[in-house]
């Protein structure tokens, strides 16, 4: 009787039907309104999609700017800005030695917006290698690598070394000087590792020396084969935070400031009882509650969360902003370079690498094997292995604490060095490769 | 099937169920498909033909390279020298990481690392690990100078006209 009752309603109001279908539309969309209660924010979080990787609550403590100044996420919105920069370049590229350069400087005279969008693809790279680095430095220097999270830091390691060989294979794309010698080194070095070597080259190059071949596999490692690896590591990389429990935090972290009601009065509406647990028996679970992990809170539990809409979404939008505004502000005053077209006899003098590499290159300008594989390949290796060897549990989440003194007085000297090496190949190195003063 | 079965239960003494040795088949067949795939994507990767240019080609006859001469042939990275009626033929490839090695009366110096050559292609500075190769300089039929850089020769083993 309701069925016919309700089958009657609908055919008698089709006006109804007309008038209510945009808000229909808008409710099957989205599934709640802008949320005012706290109950409204836990929905909200867990059943929208672009949200629902994000806790329901955040620890305060995650949510201190100077805690991780948002390095990790800056990487990310650099890695979307490249996406999307490059994908609209891709639209006028053609990955071919004889046009690739052409297709460089038409971006200059003839594509709306071709100078801007290369620029901001070219900075944001740059950037992008600057932020994954200095995030790696972040979660050193405040002990974040520790258990659990040492497979994280792992992946991350990973992450940086995808990141520094995307920027590689699109240094090949434009067909100038400088890609073609950066890459003729670059690849000469992966040629003096034992055993695989000359194999690992080859399959790089597709030949036995830098040109068409060699071209278009760099084209499709850069815009398909990396970006997709990369974004599979990410996802793992973003679920691993929170299976790991979040952002690493200090002990005291979670004494209590204010007392908790032993259940928040506002979630109530949407608990369930759990009789079967006799020790849990005035428990109830609030929405969060149903999930397992770390984050589960059940009542009595000191609790130093906030709701992460909007606090940790309102961060979030302020280094998407940051972000977005520098790699702008950048690209509309400074234009990336473009070299001569490709001159096979005649690298330039010095042929030198974007600045990331310089250290490396000045590293192998005293021994390519050592300066260009040993050295590096024992750095990743030591790198990987940071949270097996260091398994202290003393100084977790404290930037620069006094009971990590020796790991990270070790890690800033790793630091260091490969900056000082970076800076000498930048300003103190001339014309083959001599020592200059820049003063 | 029933072999395995009984040569296994032989073996540690108990009953292997049927269970166990398709799961076993099972992972093995998946590990292997697995590994098989790998290996098929790297033969595919590899080519098997490259469109490089010949390693053997002409480079003019002995009276286009007057004693004295040390030039690079750009297209061929190789530089032809004649020392009265001596010659050779040496790579301009820097041994280091491949740059191409200016071309003086002194020798040979590279722009990228800072590697440095005497007159013959050995060493004198920077990271190059090896000298520059020499390659078999001849005389072909028609008159004209023939360079094999399928050929490399000890340094110093030069070609008289």
Redesign the interface.
Known sequence: MVYGMSKNNQKNNFLNTVTEMPKAIWDSVFRNNLPHTDLGRSKTSFTNFFLHMHPVKVHKHTLKPWFTMGLGLMSLFLFMILSVTGVLLMFYYVPSTTQAYDRMLDLRGSVAFGVFLRNMHRWSAHGMVAAVFLHMCRVFFTGSYKKPREFNWVLGVGLFLLTLFSSFTGYLLPWDQLAFWAITVGTAIAGYAPVVGEQMRFLLLGDTAVGQEALLRFYVLHVAVLPLVMTGMVAIHFWRIRKDGGLSRPDDADIVITPMPAVAANVMPATIEQPQLNFLSKARYGIQGLVRGPFTKVGNVPDNTVFSYPNLLLAELFVFVLTVAGVVLVSAYFNAPLEEPVNVLHPPNPAKAPWYFLGLQEQVSYSAFWGGVGIPAIEVIILMLVPYIDRGKKGVGKWFAKERLLANTLFLIFVVVNILLIIIGTFFRGQNWEFVSPF | MSDKHNAQEVESGEPVSRRKVLAWLTSMGLFGSAIVSIVSN?VF???RA???KPTRFAIGTPEQFPPGTRI?L?DQ?VAVIREGDKMAAISVVCT?????VGVADTGF??????S?FDQDGNVTG??A?KPLPWYELSLAPNGELEVDKGKEIESGKWFTV
């Open positions: 790297l990767i590899k080519p490259t469109y490089g690079a750009g990275k280091h990481l491949g740059c191409i110096a590279c722009p990228c690392h800072g440095r920077g990271p690990p």
